[in-house]
């Protein structure tokens, strides 16, 4: 499925059980899903474009939200072991709508990420969060990560 983000070469294995592709942050093989494309596609992209460093990103990340258990599909962390941006992905097929940006602010409100991304491989959006004057304001490309990190 083409995306619009870099191509890039993966480890695909071919099983009974289905395809799986391999996660370089989990470091094993997962289940070769539409939106599993898309996340690995997403990582590659930030680590090897935006300078992310993938020993500070972490996928399927566990968090209770409500006393129910969730799971945030990218966190990347700061330098100092933070949370620094979350990352909701979905199949290429599936319209970014505003259900996709309040499940992902509900999960903010567990981690209080600084940044906000939510991808389906096609369009990306980025924001930034205001604690402060809390308000949020999109940004027009995904900055690197040292400048996420100013």
């Known amino acids: 499925m083409h995306l619009n983000l870099p191509a890039c070469q993966f480890q695909i294995m071919r099983s009974a059980d289905g395809d799986k592709i391999f996660d370089r942050l989990r470091k094993k093989f997962v289940a070769l899903t539409p939106e599993e494309w898309v996340r690995q596609n997403f990582v590659n992209y930030l680590v090897e474009y935006k300078g992310f460093p993938a020993s500070l990103m972490a996928n399927e990340v566990a968090i209770t939200l409500n006393n129910t258990r969730r799971r945030c599909d990218t966190v990347v962390y700061s330098k100092m072991a933070e949370p ?17 940006f309040d499940q992902i602010v509900r999960y903010n409100m567990v981690l209080r990420a600084q940044y906000l991304i939510v991808s389906n ?30």
């Not at 620094?84 to 996709?100: M, R």
């Not at 491989?121 to 969060?129: R, T, V």
């Not at 604690?131 to 490309?141: A, E, L």
């Open 84 to 100: 620094l941006v979350i990352i909701e992905y979905k199949a290429s097929s599936v319209e970014i709508t505003q259900q996709v």
């Open 121 to 150: 491989g096609l369009n990306h959006y980025c924001c930034s969060i205001d604690y402060d004057n809390n308000s949020y304001k999109f940004i027009k490309d995904i900055p690197n990560y040292d400048a996420l990190m100013e």
